[in-house]
């Protein structure tokens, strides 16, 4: 299976997307993963920052970008550079 | 017919007058909340006090900005305390940090210039910037309390274009003033609204830094901004929201208004429309954007007759109520105001009355 990633918002409002294998996360990552994925949204962390929407088996969470635990952001971190853009309709 | 006051426009002009900060804002929103007020006199009285403000804070040693330039050493989990460039400081070794010292003066001088306003929370609030945040960091932002400024991935944006970017810096400053002034919700219409504010802003900044007119103006947020994966010349633009670039999909009209869940309900997509309201007024009014434009929407703000959870139809119409005490109801600037909100659909020409 895999893991969807949508980043949103930040001054440029681009919304982007990767994908990542279920295989390829580290027991940590999936830990963390599983702790957004069962609980509620938090509110936005502030004018222009990043929102992550995380898919995993048809369960989703929205993980404002301040309250990223170290665990999961050693995995956005390897998404860097890998960033769907643009768009496959707009391509 | 005669204008009924609760207040008598006498006391009014005595408190714009000479009253303080404090109690001339009261006397204002006083004055936006009374639909009766159309004398020539209060409005002469409420205009005669804007300059007058400034001067009366001169003195105090304000006027001046209050930079600081930190570099967080690629960092995002705490403030930084190494200060590259301090206030007064000559230029330094980093670039990064000359540009922002010099896009932070540039927003000051602007808003104190021309809306006497001190700072972001007029009252000379230092100005915090910190370069170099994160890694490959593509994003800007306002903390609550400092201006953080990432290097971008030189894929999606430009390696350093964040700082070199003026309507950026003032973009992120405002969004201290409407933290300090409305502090609208960030999420949905009021999101959009508080998005939009900044942009607005952040491009009165850029056309105040230039001494460009309304026609002048590109209109645009953020040129120069993007690297070579995305194909397109802006962010944003307000001319013509939705043809900043490959991708754009900024509404210009509420029929277009986009529901979504990401981007905190679109916030970054909706302020389209607004964007595009202050567009269509300022140039209808020509000139300089800022001179009547840009006051209407100031004086909204720190009037604060709009709640934080406000739509666009709530911040509309007081931005007519702005304009009304600013410069008339059925003025030629209300009238531009409300033709622009009827024309992105915010308001019906039924609701104008």
């Known amino acids: 299976m895999q893991v969807d990633i949508e980043r949103s918002g930040g001054f440029g409002g681009l919304t982007l997307h990767a994908s990542v294998g279920e295989e390829q996360l580290t027991p940590g990552e999936r830990a963390a993963l599983e702790r957004f994925l069962s609980q509620p949204p938090r509110p936005p962390s502030g004018p222009d920052r990043f929102v992550y929407r995380i898919s995993l088996r048809g369960r989703q969470a929205i993980v404002q970008e301040d309250e990223i635990p170290p665990e999961l952001r050693s995995l956005l971190e390897r998404l860097d550079g890998a960033w769907d853009w643009p768009p496959p309709t707009h391509h | ?353």
């Open chain 2, 1 to 353: 017919m005669s204008p009924c006051f609760i207040v008598p426009p006498e006391l009014l002009e005595r408190i714009l007058r000479l009253g303080q900060a404090a109690d001339r804002e009261a006397a204002l929103a006083t004055l936006s909340i009374d639909h009766s007020i159309r004398t020539n006199r209060i409005q002469n009285a409420f205009l005669a006090a804007i300059p007058r403000r400034r001067h009366h804070l001169v003195h105090g040693g304000r006027g001046r900005p209050h930079r600081t330039i930190f570099d967080a050493h690629h960092r995002t989990d705490v403030h930084a305390t190494t200060v590259l460039r301090a206030e007064g400081q000559p230029p330094c070794s980093d670039e990064d940090a000359n540009h922002a010292y010099d896009g932070l003066g540039d927003t000051y001088r602007f808003f104190w210039e021309a809306l006497s306003r001190d700072s972001i929370d007029d009252a000379g609030l230092p100005l915090l910037g910190e370069v170099h945040f994160g890694r490959n960091y593509d994003n800007a932002f306002w903390d609550g309390e400092r201006m953080m400024f990432g290097d971008g991935d030189g894929r999606l944006f430009k390696i350093g274009g964040f700082v070199r970017a003026l309507d950026v810096i003032g973009h992120e400053l405002c969004h201290g003033v409407t933290q300090s002034t409305l502090n609208l919700l960030y999420t949905g219409q009021p999101g959009a609204l508080n998005e939009s504010i900044s942009d607005v802003f952040g491009s009165l900044v850029k056309q105040y830094r230039r001494g460009q007119t309304a026609a002048d103006s590109d209109w645009l947020i953020g040129e120069d901004l993007l690297g070579p994966a995305v194909r397109g010349v802006a962010l944003r633009s307000l001319r013509a929201p939705g043809t900043a670039f490959e991708g754009d999909l900024q509404p210009a009209h509420m029929r277009d208004y986009r529901v979504t869940s990401s981007d905190n309900g679109g916030v970054h997509l909706n302020s389209g429309i607004p964007n595009h309201a202050f567009y269509l007024a300022a140039t209808a009014l020509g000139g300089y954007a800022w001179e009547k434009a840009g006051r209407i929407w100031y004086h909204t703000l720190v009037v604060g007759a709009v709640p934080p959870d406000a739509h666009f139809h709530t911040f509309a119409q007081a931005t007519l109520r702005t304009a009304g005490v600013l410069f008339g109801v059925a003025s030629e600037e209300w009238r531009a105001v409300a033709e622009a909100w009827v024309r992105v659909g915010v308001l019906s020409a039924a609701q104008l009355g």
